[in-house]
């Protein structure tokens, strides 16, 4: 953080005074920290809507439409023609205003047009998505288990190959649920491969769910690393500044 | 714990980094992919103070490699807390460079652009692509500037012109929504990403599939890729970056070193109990 001007040392003060209000919970729950917690909520959730507003609504929609971004030139010309299609944008804004009926029992049906519309485009893009996200993964997965390399035989690159479709295919298996029954517990039978198989994912989840709770663990901590590095580098030598110490 | 972070970076103390495939291979389809007069690379930066700590070295890695090259770079967010970051990481890589080279500059309107917070998600993502042409498309940056004012990117024309694509974000919703809309009938960028160590596992998929061409692994993905560049780029200062890597690891030492202890105790106690415990 840029702590060389006025402007930055103020921003970098105030931002060690609220990561040690908030690091104060490690002692206990206290009001100072209640405080800060707060505050943040509250910026967070305030931050949003004006930030739309600021950066889109008024820029891309309301400013055009209302032709301020026409600058008229001293000779009384002006930079550009006004568009009157951007008028159009009253049509959809009309249109999504319709959701605020949704606090009329009355008229509570016109919001669920708006409903609707929202859904079946949610529906279509997840479908568009879906593709364009799964369809590579899958055709991905189709890894040849014996890998050469300029004509010799790839070892690892095998090695790996093969782990992987193992372990997709016994994942995949222990989440059959819904067919081949297995009566083995009940008559004693050896049951079905696919359920003799199925006990061999859950390890692998397991290794799965290690690795994202490791992973989630150095994620923590690297926010913390940042957070010591700011308290230890930035706010004293900000603080160092302001009581002449520097 | 605060220790174990605190004084290597109080002291200043690194250690050289662990050698990442992944970062490495970013690092060559980085330095490979070649940009025509007027194409350019967009870079998402889809971060806020919630992972800044691992996203922001990220980002400036791959600003400096591009602003390096010379490539000129679209910044862009789909994320309303990003907006410090598209002003302050651009500016301070760029600041660096200077100092390191001071007979070259690389200022706002030539080496980037910050077209900023953009809302809409996958509808404004599906629009970007399909756009004839991406200034007119995106209209102003955040000064208020139209984008086609900007020699380097006055007419960048269709998303073909986007030859490298970067995201970088702890959010997989928002790097799911590139994955999937970030591409048109024989259009497929080359992606690469810059993700939190939580998410690591899930940006795996992507790097096995081939959709993703290279990915940052967190601060320690950040620490190989700024290494990498140091090699070719004898200048280029990482200090900073293989400090708080190295407090990183030094936090993983402390968190090994519990799990060991919290393990061995009870085992000890177990065991006790088993041979001993008949004979008091």
């Known amino acids: ?246 | 714990m605060i220790l174990a972070v605190g004084i290597p970076v109080f002291l200043g103390y690194s250690r050289p980094p662990s050698r990442l495939v992944s970062a490495e291979r970013m690092y060559e389809v980085m330095a490979k992919t070649e940009f025509k007069p007027g194409e350019v690379a967009m870079v998402w930066l889809d971060f806020g103070p919630g992972t800044l700590a691992e996203n922001q070295p990220q980002a400036e890695v791959i600003l400096e490699h591009l602003f390096r090259r010379r490539v000129p770079v679209v910044l862009l967010s789909q994320y309303q807390q990003a907006e410090v970051a598209l002003q302050r990481v651009p500016r301070e890589v760029a600041k660096r460079l200077e100092r390191e080279l001071p007979d070259q500059r690389w200022s706002y309107g030539e080496a980037w652009i910050n077209a900023g917070f953009r809302p809409g998600g996958a509808i404004f993502i599906q629009a970007l692509v399909n756009a004839s042409d991406i200034s007119k498309f995106l209209g102003r940056d955040v000064t208020g500037m139209p984008i086609t004012q900007y020699p380097n990117f006055a007419a960048i024309g269709g998303v073909e012109r986007v030859k490298l694509v970067g995201e970088v974000t702890g959010l997989t919703g928002v790097f799911d929504t590139i994955i999937q809309f970030f591409q048109k009938g024989g259009y497929q960028p080359t992606v690469v990403h810059g993700c939190t160590s939580i998410t690591i596992p899930e940006a795996y998929i992507f790097l096995d599939s081939g959709q993703l061409k290279g990915l940052l692994e967190g601060i320690a993905g950040a620490a190989w890729y700024s290494e990498v560049l140091k090699q070719h780029y004898p200048k280029s200062d990482n200090t900073k970056l293989l400090v708080v890597n190295t407090a990183l690891s030094a936090a993983h030492l402390v968190i090994i070193l519990l799990i060991v202890i919290g393990n061995l105790v009870p085992l000890y106690q177990l065991l006790r109990q088993r041979l001993w415990g008949s004979h008091g």
């Not at chain 1, 206290?30 to 800060?36: A, L, Q």
């Not at chain 1, 505050?39 to 055009?64: C, H, M, S, T, Y």
């Not at chain 1, 297995?182 to 491969?193: F, I, K, R, V, Y």
């Open chain 1, 1 to 246: 953080m840029d702590s060389t001007t006025s402007w930055g040392l103020v921003t970098t003060l105030i931002g060690g005074v609220c990561t040690l209000a908030i690091f104060s919970f490690l002692l206990k729950e206290n009001p100072f920290y209640r405080f800060f917690e707060h505050l943040f909520i509250g910026i967070a959730a305030g931050l949003g809507p004006l930030l739309v507003l600021r950066d889109f609504l008024w820029p891309k929609i309301l400013e055009p439409m209302l032709g301020l971004t026409i600058t008229t030139y001293p000779d009384g010309t002006l930079s550009e023609p006004y568009q009157p299609l951007y008028l159009l944008y009253l049509v959809p804004m009309a249109f999504g205003s319709l959701y605020y009926f949704i606090y009329s029992r009355r008229h509570a049906w016109l919001a669920k047009i708006v409903i609707g519309f929202t859904l079946g485009t949610s529906g279509a893009l997840a479908i568009r998505g879906f593709f364009g996200e799964v369809v590579p993964q899958i055709t991905g997965s189709f890894k040849p288990l014996v890998v050469f390399s300029n004509g010799e035989l790839a070892l690892f690159e095998s090695f790996n190959n093969i782990l992987f479709v193992a372990t997709l295919l016994l994942v995949l298996n222990y989440f059959f649920f819904s067919f081949g029954k297995d009566n083995s517990a009940q008559d004693g039978s050896p049951g079905t491969l696919q359920s003799r198989m199925a006990p061999l994912g859950r390890p692998l989840l397991m290794i799965c769910f290690g690795a994202f709770f490791g992973s989630t663990v150095m994620a923590r901590l690297a926010l913390l690393v940042e957070r010591v590095q700011f308290i230890i580098t930035d706010w004293v030598a900000a603080l160092s500044n302001v009581v002449g110490i520097g």
